[in-house]
């Protein structure tokens, strides 16, 4: 099975309501926060949750870059980066063919959040 169907089925059982896209990307909120998990197409193995929007770049882009650098480089899985002016954060991860997610889609999305307070932090001090 596909992984963004084993997404959708453990989103479900787990009680998350979900929309899909016209990508195919599963968009979901985890406690008022806006995620989404990509749909990766053939590579089955890969999974990637997203975080998007959390910070608008102003009039401070070095800080904020050096804030993104910082998470990136000091947190495991996170990857922090820009879109266009907007702050995004990811996870990404190889996943075997048979994975069960309740063994660590909650961890993933604390570490997210864990990264956007840390990310405020950096930037407002």
């Known amino acids: 099975m596909k992984t963004i169907e084993l997404v959708k089925e453990y989103l479900s059982s787990e009680g998350y309501r979900y929309n899909i896209d016209d ?7 985890y406690q008022g926060t806006n995620l989404f998990i990509t749909n990766s197409g053939e590579d089955e193995q890969f999974f990637r949750i997203i ?20 998470i990136t480089r000091d947190m495991k899985v996170v990857k922090a ?13 190889f996943i075997d063919s048979t994975p069960e997610f309740g063994d660590f ?10 990264a956007r307070h840390k990310i405020a932090q950096e930037i407002f001090g």
């Open 23 to 29: 990508d195919g990307d599963i968009h979901f909120k």
């Open 51 to 70: 975080m998007p929007n959390i910070y608008v770049v102003e009039n401070n882009r070095m800080k904020v870059l050096e804030a993104a650098n910082m």
């Open 81 to 93: 980066f820009l879109v266009e002016d907007h702050l995004w954060l990811s996870i990404e991860l």
């Open 105 to 114: 889609f909650v961890r993933c999305i604390e570490i997210l959040v864990a």
